[in-house]
């Protein structure tokens, strides 16, 4: 089973870019499609972005389409999340997760029944206005 820890949060001004890494334990990191999702205080927790298996497949929220960009490197166990034009609306704890199937990523957050394998402790990201 793999582990997942994320790092890169910290402050930065409006309209900053930031990249997070998730780095993965195990062998099996490229048997897992990949994910990123946040929480902001009194919300509950959104999707941001997916990514499959190989990498050649991504899917974002609108609230971040064409402003973040999600992307993984099986050699380094590692997936990224490039955040540019940073809101404050984006403050949130970022939070990796892992699951075998790219779906279950993207509709998690909305379908009770769904639920991942594997999460993060999560990585806060301060967008300053």
């Known amino acids: 089973q793999v582990q997942l820890v994320e790092s890169g949060g910290g402050l930065v001004q409006a309209g900053g870019s930031l990249r997070l890494s998730c780095a993965a334990s195990g062998r099996t990191f490229s048997n897992y499609a990949m994910g990123w999702f946040r929480q902001a205080p009194g919300k509950e927790r959104e999707f941001v972005a997916a990514?499959?298996?190989?990498?050649?497949?991504?899917y974002y929220a609108d609230s971040v389409k064409g402003r973040f960009t999600i992307s993984r490197d099986n050699t380094k166990n590692t997936v990224y999340l490039q955040m540019n034009s940073l809101k404050p609306e984006d403050t949130a704890v970022y939070y990796c997760?892992?699951?075998?199937?790219?779906?279950?990523?993207?509709?998690?957050?909305?379908?009770?029944?769904?639920?991942?394998?594997?999460w993060g402790q999560g990585t806060l990201v301060t967008v300053s206005s």
């Open positions: 997760g892992a699951d075998p199937t790219f779906h279950t990523l993207v509709v998690v957050t909305t379908e009770k029944d769904k639920y991942l394998e594997v």
């Open positions: 990514i499959n298996r190989g990498g050649g497949s991504q």
